[in-house]
């Protein structure tokens, strides 16, 4: 551990201030804790190729485990990504599904396969405590309904992730666990609420997380760690038994779904989940069945919506550099590119009605000063910017009645929904590319409440496709004029953040959505 000492003595001390690239510093690899078999592993093997190896025998569950517990354990101690370790836990589950398989017999799809998931999944015997206080010593008494699947299937769970201070932050701090950092530049966010998986999963500390999401949570760490990440609609992946801090999200509800290095990981995981009839273990999982025949290419070419830039919610020149580079190489490649409206698109309009449907419960508040924990900064950052949305759509809330708030809240969405019916079927598309967000990962602490690129979908319950796309270049200043949301743009810190494009399709065409993902993809990457 003496070349560990050194590399971590070589580092500025508080990485938080400072623009270190972790991933170009190669530490994990430096630091000698791992060995070079354990190194190829968990650089070069990517859960297709994992599971295959691991159901020939050809590697076997206990050491793909030992990697990637190993790789995580370094990870953690880099970058705060980590709540809970299960490595005993891990190890002895990984020898008994290699004893199966000697016996010609493999648990599931997902046989030996390590899988991270984040802090608010409960597994029995240990804490699920968000970063709270008040949560401190409770022990988890009975699985979380993803987690008895993804056992089911044969997958090994080994960690637990970081996450922000009642899961409303971009920023993955908490008064227990402390702040996570993005290993691309330490400087920047990671990402929230999923931050901790985004930051492991960069490292090649784990092969697939699961995160969740209700206005950008697993999007926006995929966005900020360079990561394949994906929002499937609501209940095709079994969400209940979580530990929450919520108990009124009116009508908008959370997704759970995958992270990843590449693509086809979540495609794996999403038919493995859906396959084994998630209905059988969540009383409001949706009883629909994968759908093998959806495949991509879908068709030669494809008829794609851009989303605009809403004039209230300017894109940074990144992101805007980007989704423009996107659109050239689609066309290029014969795909057809519908630029839409804003005003039919109606973003400002649903991120009003996102933030005022979650601002009804005020349960997380009430639960940090039950714990006399300070609120972190982002969230302080998050709530003056929510009070800075203005009444456009909803004029009158604050008069309202709590009841009538919701319902006002429900028929606001509804026309939101109703406009998209229009798009679809007035424009004939098959998906719809939209940038990843208004930025790339931005300071700590200044990401803030403005999520309209991926809340929009949340609202509508759209399946989205986070899928990572180049580095952000260095470009002049660029200020936001009165009345516009947007976080500030710093050219020179985010300077070779990475850089995302979404894709989504409408609601329950998840297959849809990640067979034209893959399309997107190689066209991206000149395939």
Request: one cysteine or more.
């Amino acid at each position: 551990m003496a070349r560990s000492a050194i590399i971590w003595d070589s580092l500025p001390t508080a990485l938080e201030k400072h623009k270190v690239n972790l991933i170009e510093l190669d530490i994990i690899r430096r630091c000698g804790v791992l060995s070079e078999r354990e190194l190829e592993m968990t650089e070069k093997y990517n859960v297709a190729t994992l599971l295959d190896q691991l159901a020939r025998g050809q590697l076997t569950a206990v050491e793909v485990t030992g990697a990637f517990s190993k790789r995580a354990a370094v990870a953690g101690q880099l970058t705060n990504c980590l709540t809970e370790t299960l490595f005993d836990e891990a190890h002895k589950r990984a020898r008994e599904l290699d004893v199966l398989r000697k016996k010609g017999q493999l648990a599931g799809p997902l046989q030996g396969l390590p899988v991270s998931i984040k802090d608010c999944f409960q597994i029995v015997g240990s804490q699920a405590t968000l970063g709270l206080t008040e949560y401190i010593g409770l022990t988890a008494t009975e699985n979380s309904s993803l987690v008895d699947m993804l056992l089911k299937l044969g997958a090994v769970l080994y960690v637990k992730t970081n996450v922000p201070q009642v899961l409303m932050s971009a920023d993955s701090e908490n008064v227990i666990f402390g702040r996570t950092l993005n290993p691309w530049n330490t400087a920047i966010t990671a990402g929230g609420s999923s931050g901790g998986e985004g930051t492991l999963i960069a490292l090649h500390g784990s092969p697939l997380g699961v995160g969740t999401d209700i206005g950008g949570s697993i999007r926006i760490p995929s966005l900020c760690c360079g990561l394949y990440g994906f929002k499937p609609t609501t209940n095709r992946i079994p969400y209940s038994k979580q530990q929450s801090c919520h108990k009124l999200l009116g009508s908008i509800l959370p997704s759970a779904g995958p992270l990843a290095n590449d693509l086809e990981s979540l495609r794996i995981f999403c038919k493995s989940i859906i396959d084994a009839h998630p209905a059988n273990y969540d009383s409001m999982a949706l009883d629909v069945p994968w759908r093998d025949s959806v495949a991509a290419p879908l068709k030669p070419k494809l008829r794609f919506g851009l989303l605009p830039e809403d004039p209230m919610s300017p894109l940074h020149p990144p992101v805007k550099a980007t989704l423009a580079e996107a659109t050239r190489l689609l066309r290029a490649q014969g795909h057809e590119v519908v630029p839409l409206s804003a005003e039919e698109c109606q973003i400002a309009q649903a991120h009003e009605v996102l933030w005022r449907t979650l601002g009804l419960d005020n349960t997380a508040n009430e639960i940090v000063a039950r714990g006399g924990e300070p609120i972190i900064n982002s969230r302080v950052v998050v709530q003056k910017n929510v009070e800075e949305i203005p009444a456009g759509f909803v004029k009158g809330f604050d008069a309202l009645l709590p009841f009538e708030k919701l319902y006002t809240m429900r028929v606001r969405r509804e026309e939101v929904m109703e406009a998209w019916r229009e798009i679809w079927t007035g424009h004939g598309l098959d998906a719809v590319i939209a940038p990843g967000a208004q930025s790339t990962a931005v300071k700590h602490d200044t990401y803030g409440g403005f999520v309209p690129y991926t809340g929009l979908l949340n609202l509508l319950d759209y399946p989205a496709c986070m899928i990572p796309f180049g580095r952000a270049a260095l470009f002049p200043p660029f200020e936001k004029r009165e009345g516009q949301w947007m976080t500030r743009y710093d050219p020179e810190l985010v300077e070779g953040a990475p850089c995302s494009i979404q894709v989504f399709t409408s609601r329950m065409r998840d297959e849809e959505c990640l067979a034209i993902a893959k399309t997107v993809d190689e066209c991206l990457r000149g395939k």
